[in-house]
């Protein structure tokens, strides 16, 4: 018997809901479906293939493509035949995808287009992916003169060269603590840590998140945000199988909004950003809206806050004058406005990976769209605490997620135990003993619980930003490079919450005043903070940099202060920089840096 792993579960659903569409993709002007028995039998094609190309027990295969299902057929596969996957993503560097590939030693890698592999071709001819060996092509991509490239059709045809004894073999040799997928996130300094997850964690988290959002095969759910991250992989991936929903592959980025409304998902996963997009789109059409119909809609709001306050506090449906009330603002308002949205049929909304603004929250609560707030991370498979249905707070980021244990430690930071804790950091013991303690994963985070068992984010202990999309981006190396600059005495990148990342440069007295007594500006930093010369120099310094980071990793805006950071204030003895410090004493320019 194979253990009851992700894959495992895959086949059986092929067995049992045979023809029942699995996935959907959008071709010719409609969505075309793939049912759970075409599924099953294309992740064993896959993993049949990988095994004829010489992929072996314990090696890596890393994915590199935006979500399609391709994707899943190789995340799947790849476990299934007792390897681990690796999803990169898509904006990645070539340098920083190399560093992924390299840290894995995965001999094959699977590429979305000729952009996708073009960042493999230029690391593989400067020599840094030697365990490389072969490439393969998502479906639909065009052939490439190279040997070492597969089209999806030449890959699938592989299969022929194993038999499907092999393959059932290497999933019953699965076992629930062996390593199933690696999650690479950014750590507080350096390259990313790879986080390791068993087979258990996943399946186990897959197990206790569907109960909470009722998850079935009347579902559905638009699979559009990076698949390296567990949250995306979780919705997309572990919970889908384990219960039926329905994936609609959204076409790409540009035409997620569009997609939403065309299949109007019951179960839909977003980062802050995207709840931005749509908060930002519903005011601008308020304000042009005639008066009597922005009456109509503030009152409608106002019963809806009221509705759903009864609802996340568990009293159930609104009932008399409150009921009827309730039904007049859905003729008038929410019917029209949720389709509008894509949230016409929105049982579930979440919101994780960043922290979201209660007055989104709030707006969408009047818009009778309840947004159940998730806190985690990938070292617990994605959910510590959970807003669920009929407890929920606002401001809080739920009650602990069904099996974990959570505990508050002496400074506040937030200790995690379950079956969701994962291995370990792939390679890097030191890094691994220091997260996890006599079994209690250390987020890093600091929290505290009110009294009644709801999780309140205070802080984090560490410098990590994580941006309204949800990408966590270690700051120091980004500033350091800026601070390669002679005339930069401090760097400091903002972005945490917000849509991109800007930095606050203070200059170096010393270095600046000699650059303007040579360029005959002013040699004074307050004076010199304005000159347009300077920030034009600084202005191409940073574009430089920018040329070797990934895209959401760039540096859009700056402000050069009048004058530098200084010990006591922002700086430590030890001339560290206290980040609430400058935030507190520079709000003003940081808040002029994003003003649309």
Same mark, same amino acid.
């Given at each position: ?22 996935? &959907? ?40 493509? /935006? ?26 560097? @070539? ?41 393969? $092509? ?17 890959? $699938? ?77 979780? %919705? ?149 605490? %959970? ?13 602990? /997620? ?26 890097? @013991? ?25 999780? &309140? ?27 390669? $600059? ?13 849509? /991109? ?5 203070? $200059? ?89």
């Amino acid at each position: 018997m194979a253990v009851d792993s992700i894959p495992a579960r895959l086949l059986a659903a092929g067995a049992s809901r045979g023809s029942a569409p699995a996935y &959907h993709v959008k071709s010719g002007g409609g969505w075309t479906s793939t049912s759970w028995s075409e599924y099953a039998a294309l992740v064993r094609r896959v993993g049949k293939a990988m095994m004829a190309l010489g992929f072996e027990p314990g090696e890596k295969a890393c994915i590199l493509g /935006f979500n399609r299902p391709e994707w899943l057929l190789m995340d799947v596969a790849t476990m299934a035949v007792g390897g681990a996957p690796a999803g990169i993503y898509t904006t990645c560097s @070539p340098p920083e995808v190399a560093y992924i590939v390299s840290h894995t030693e995965a001999p094959i890698v699977l590429v979305e287009n000729h952009a996708q592999w073009d960042k493999i071709r230029i690391e593989r001819d400067a020599g840094n992916l030697p365990n490389v060996k072969h490439v393969v $092509l998502m479906d639909g991509a065009e052939a490439v003169a190279d040997e070492m490239v597969l089209t999806w059709t030449e890959f $699938l045809e592989k299969a022929a060269d194993s038999d499907d004894a092999s393959f059932d073999a290497r999933l019953e040799a699965l076992k629930a603590a062996d390593l199933a997928t690696l999650i690479y996130t950014s750590g507080t300094t350096g390259p990313p840590k790879g986080v390791m997850l068993s087979h258990e964690n996943l399946s186990w988290t897959a197990d206790q998140a569907s109960p909470l959002v009722g998850a079935g095969p009347t579902d559905s759910v638009v699979s559009y945000l990076p698949l390296s991250h567990i949250a995306e992989q979780m %919705f997309t991936l572990h919970v889908p199988i384990t219960t039926g929903v329905n994936v609609y592959f959204a076409e790409s980025i540009e035409k997620v909004k569009d997609n939403f409304v065309e299949v109007q998902p019951t179960i839909l996963f977003a980062v802050p950003r995207i709840w931005e997009k749509f908060y930002a789109g519903v005011n601008a059409k308020l304000a042009t809206a005639p008066p009597l119909r922005q009456k109509i809609g503030s009152w409608a709001m106002s019963v809806g806050r009221e509705v759903n306050a009864r609802r996340n506090a568990g009293q159930g449906e609104p009932t008399g004058l409150l009921g009827m009330k309730y039904n007049l603002a859905n003729k008038l308002v929410f019917s029209k406005a949720k389709p509008n949205l894509g949230l016409g049929r929105a049982r579930i909304c979440v919101s994780g990976a960043a922290p979201i603004s209660g007055e989104i929250i709030s707006f969408f609560t009047g818009l009778d769209v309840i947004i159940h707030e998730v806190y985690g991370q990938s070292e617990d498979t994605g959910p510590t605490s %959970f807003n669920r249905p009929g407890r929920t707070r606002v401001g809080s980021v739920g009650p602990a /997620f069904p099996g974990v244990d959570i505990k508050i430690a002496e400074d506040e930071e937030i200790l995690v135990k379950g079956k969701n804790v994962f291995l370990g950091y792939y390679k890097e @013991p030191e890094a691994t003993a220091e997260a996890l303690v006599d079994g209690w994963l250390h987020s890093g985070d600091l929290g505290k619980f009110d009294s009644d068992g709801f999780l &309140h984010i205070t802080g984090r202990k560490k410098d990590i930003i994580i941006t309204a999309g949800g990408k966590n981006i270690a700051p120091k190396n980004i500033e350091a490079s800026i601070k390669d $600059l002679a005339q930069v005495g401090e760097a400091v990148v903002i972005g945490d919450r917000r849509k /991109f990342l800007s930095a606050l440069i203070s $200059l170096d007295p010393d270095h600046a005043a000699a650059w303007g007594k040579a360029n005959g500006e002013p040699e004074d930093v307050a004076a010199l903070s304005q000159s347009a010369k300077l920030r034009g120099v600084i202005d191409a310094h940073i574009a430089e940099v920018n040329k070797s980071l990934a895209r959401v990793e760039q540096i859009k805006k700056f402000t050069i202060l009048e004058r530098p950071l200084e010990i006591g204030r922002e700086l430590t003895p030890t001339m560290k920089v206290q980040r609430p410090k400058v935030n507190t004493n520079f709000a003003d320019q940081i808040e002029a840096m994003y003003v649309d």
